[in-house]
C-alpha cells in the first residue's frame, strides 16, 4: 500500500540552527500539507501546498518557515532560525483531492536544545 | 472558524465490549467532512473513518461507525468488539472542503485486557 514517508524520524538541533525535514507524499497526489503536534497537545495545521504554491497558512505558519517541493518527489518543510517552541511532533500529509482523505507520514519528531 | 471539541479526555473499555467518543464542531458550513484519526504510541496518524456532511447514512468501517448528528453537530465513534490493538489516542477532524484539518483535542482510549 502506497504510504507517506517522512526523514528523519527524529531531529536534534540547536537553537537558532537551520532544520529541513523531508517528505516523499504518495506518487498521485496533488496535495502536500504540514501539520505538527507539540507533545501531549492537538495536531495543528501548519501550511498546505497545492499546484507548486502556497494554498492555505496558518497564522503558526510565520516567516520563519518555508515549504518547496524541489523536485517532482520529495516536499519540504524549513524552518530557518529555531527557536525552543518549535519543538513537537511535525507531520507531513498528501491527499489526492484538497482536504480529503489526507494520509500521514509517520512523523518526524524534532528537538531544539 | 471551526472548532472541533472533544470532551472525554480519557476512556476506557474492556476488551471485547463496545465503546464511544464523543465529538462536537461548531462551523456555520453547510458541506463539510468530517474524520476520525487513530494515533497509536508509534504516534503515527492513521486516519480510521470519514464522513461526508451531505450523507444521511452513517459511515461503517468493519468495527468502527459513526453517528453522524449534522443538527447537533455531533459526530461520534462506535468501536465495538474492542480489541487490545485499538488502544491509542482518537482525534476527530473537521474539514470545509477546503484545504485545512481542525483536529479536536484528542481522546486516550485504554482497552482492558
Known amino acids: 500500500e502506497p504510504e507517506v514517508t517522512q526523514t528523519p524520524s527524529h531531529q536534534v538541533t540547536q537553537m537558532g540552527q537551520e532544520v529541513i525535514l523531508r517528505c516523499v507524499p504518495i506518487?498521485?497526489?496533488?496535495?502536500f500539507y504540514w501539520y505538527r503536534q507539540i507533545l501531549g497537545q492537538k495536531v495543528e495545521f501548519l501550511v498546505s501546498?497545492?499546484?507548486?504554491?502556497?494554498?492555505?497558512k496558518s497564522e503558526i505558519f510565520d516567516d520563519q518557515f518555508s515549504v518547496e517541493r524541489p523536485d517532482g518527489s520529495n516536499f519540504t518543510l524549513k524552518i530557518r532560525s529555531t527557536k525552543l517552541e518549535d519543538s513537537a511532533m511535525y507531520f507531513c500529509?498528501?491527499?489526492?483531492?484538497?482536504?480529503?482523505?489526507?494520509?500521514f507520514g509517520q512523523g518526524t519528531r524534532l528537538t531544539v536544545v | 472558524a471551526q472548532t472541533v471539541t472533544q470532551s472525554q479526555p480519557e476512556m476506557s473499555v474492556q476488551e471485547a465490549e463496545t465503546v464511544t467518543l464523543s465529538c462536537t464542531y461548531d462551523?456555520?458550513?453547510?458541506?463539510?467532512?468530517l474524520f476520525w484519526y487513530k494515533q497509536p504510541p508509534s504516534r503515527q496518524m492513521i486516519l480510521v473513518i470519514r464522513?461526508?456532511?451531505?450523507?444521511?447514512q452513517n459511515a461503517t468501517e468493519n468495527r468502527f461507525s459513526v453517528n453522524f448528528q449534522k443538527a447537533a453537530k455531533s459526530f461520534s465513534l462506535k468501536i465495538s468488539d474492542s480489541q487490545l490493538g485499538d488502544a491509542a489516542m482518537y482525534f476527530c477532524?473537521?474539514?470545509?472542503?477546503?484545504?485545512?484539518?481542525?483536529f479536536g483535542g484528542g481522546t486516550r482510549l485504554m482497552v482492558k485486557p
Open positions: 500529509a498528501s491527499s489526492y483531492i484538497g482536504g480529503l482523505e489526507a494520509f
Open positions: 506518487s498521485n497526489h496533488l496535495y
Open positions: 501546498f497545492y499546484n507548486n504554491e502556497i494554498s492555505e
Open positions: 462551523t456555520s458550513e453547510s458541506d463539510y467532512y
Open positions: 464522513q461526508e456532511a451531505y450523507k444521511q
Open positions: 477532524a473537521f474539514n470545509n472542503a477546503g484545504n485545512m484539518l481542525t
